[in-house]
């Protein structure tokens, strides 16, 4: 059974600090992997999409990179800003019959001004 | 880009009630939709998988007479909480995804509240 887990689950930073969030899954045959961020009390907002085959994403400050092999993945977060503040979810995306996502456990973020 | 509502956003209820939850895809034909449950400072679990004219799928553990999914059309899913307890009071969120796509579309979720 796939589970998914991210270190740290809880993180208070102060602004401009670049971040490394982590996260890891037990079976390597994943299809996909995407990082989300749920602010409090609402939905989530799709970050980073990496796809099987490659091994990094990037979208302004955040960069996502995916090491399959060893079922790690890693959120980078440069100068981090009191705005991102929020919970950062990645999610394994598998394929047993349906695509399914498998969250991880999330890393709740804190940028301090 | 694709879009996914869901009605209502809060809602409260007594213990004892039924509950419907509204799940739309605005612009695009979800012929999977999937409704995940956030307990308080948890992440995500599936709860089931939907196809369009289909039954839908539990996940072990999940109640199915409890939490009744009907995917009527290509762009409507509803999640009905039967009988609700406190212990259902919980963040509903779906996703939807297109035919034979790997992506799902989040909506916004429904905060229940059983009293």
């Known amino acids: 059974k796939q589970e998914v887990t991210q270190i740290p689950a809880a993180l208070s930073v102060p602004e401009g600090e670049n971040l490394v969030l982590n996260c890891s899954f037990t079976d390597s045959a994943i299809y996909n992997l995407q990082w989300f961020r749920q602010d409090p009390g609402k939905g989530l907002t799709s970050l980073l999409l990496i796809q099987s085959s490659q091994r990094e994403q990037t979208s302004g400050r955040l960069n996502a990179s995916l090491d399959k092999s060893s079922g790690r993945s890693t959120l980078y977060i440069a100068a981090s800003q009191p705005g991102d503040s929020a919970t950062y979810l990645c999610a394994v995306i598998t394929t047993s019959g349906t695509y399914k996502y498998i969250f991880g456990t999330g890393t709740r973020l804190k940028v301090l001004a | 880009g694709a879009v996914v509502s869901q009605h209502p956003s809060r809602v409260i209820c007594k213990s004892g009630t039924s509950v419907k939850i509204e799940c739309r895809s605005l612009d695009f034909q979800a012929t999977t939709m999937f409704w995940y449950r956030q307990f308080p400072k948890q992440s995500l679990m599936l709860m089931a998988t939907?196809?369009?004219?289909?039954?839908?799928?539990?996940e072990q553990g999940v109640e199915k007479d409890k939490f009744l999914i009907n995917h009527a059309s290509l762009t409507l899913s509803t999640l009905t909480v039967t009988s609700a307890h406190p212990e259902d009071s919980s963040f509903y969120i779906c996703?939807?995804?297109?035919?034979?796509?790997?992506?799902?579309?989040f909506g916004p979720g429904t905060r229940l509240t059983v009293l």
């Open positions: 996703s939807a995804a297109g035919g034979g796509t790997d992506t799902q579309y």
């Open positions: 939907s196809n369009e004219g289909s039954k839908a799928t539990y």
